[in-house]
């Protein structure tokens, strides 16, 4: 079990350290007690924000629409929330 996703009655909350603007879009480790992920987009008209739901989405096999932030817009610290899936599921495809 791992410190940055947790359970909710709405699906998966993955806590994330955004890094934009990198060479390249990936997973990058363990930030504190978040997931890291650097994306290649700016952040820039929420350009970040767009790249990082659909990163996610297409790395956890989730229609665009389950991805939602509902935290931390304007900050590189995001709360992500994914619904249908369970967070084992989440964390194998993240981890795994």
């Known amino acids: 079990m791992s410190d940055y996703c947790k359970s909710t009655p709405s699906g998966v909350l993955i806590l994330i350290h955004l890094q934009p603007r990198s060479s390249r879009s990936e997973l990058a480790g363990v930030h504190g007690d978040r ?3 650097r994306l290649t987009a700016p952040p820039v008209d929420s350009k970040a924000n767009e790249a990082l739901c659909d990163f996610l989405a297409e790395r956890l096999g989730v ?3 389950a991805v939602r932030m509902v935290k931390g817009e304007k900050s590189r610290k995001k709360d992500i929330l994914v619904s249908g899936l369970s967070m084992d599921q989440v964390e194998a ?3 795994g």
């Open 35 to 37: 997931l890291k992920i």
């Open 63 to 65: 229609s665009k629409s």
């Open 93 to 95: 495809k993240l981890c």
